[in-house]
């Protein structure tokens, strides 16, 4: 197995809206405002219809669950979502919380991106396993895909 860069992209975020605690932790829900997509075989934008539904639970634990729209720069829509997993170790999140942006690396911050479809140009997508890895900034998220293959 071999990882292969998939694409990298740029999310633009609105402040988070504050649920609160509730049985399963404490639930935020981010809006995406848009972003871009970049990667030698897709690229496109991200549109404003989709959200983190994010949930803190009490180990400190962010259980992401994103979904959102692409458009490419030929005109297919594809569905976007992805579950991850972040733990950012203290001082990134005292950096965090200052407003300064947490790069790769400095905590764990991975996600497994699913695809859907109908455009026949991007059908692979459908069957693909991919992994990828974030950074954080204010108002902003980041993230590194790889496409996962036989090796």
């Known amino acids: 197995m071999k990882l292969e860069p998939l694409y990298d992209v740029h999310v633009d ?9 509730g049985p399963f932790g404490v639930r935020r829900i981010i809006d995406i405002i848009g972003g871009t997509v970049d990667g030698p075989r897709l690229k496109g934008r991200v549109l404003p219809s989709g959200a983190d539904w994010l949930l803190v639970t009490g180990d400190g634990v962010s259980r992401l669950s994103v979904r959102a729209t692409v458009l490419t720069g030929d005109g297919a829509y594809i569905y976007l979502d992805y579950p991850g997993i972040a733990v950012l170790p203290p001082e990134a999140g005292a ?3 200052r407003g300064e942006a ?50």
């Open 13 to 21: 975020l609105k402040d988070p809206v504050e649920v609160g605690a």
């Open 102 to 151: 947490i790069d790769y690396g400095e905590g764990y911050f991975m996600t497994t991106p699913r695809f859907e479809t109908g455009d026949h140009r991007y059908a692979w997508l459908n069957a693909v396993v991919v992994v990828a890895e974030g950074r954080l900034g204010p108002g902003r998220v980041e993230f590194r895909a790889y496409h996962v293959v036989n090796g």
């Open 95 to 97: 950096k965090f919380m």
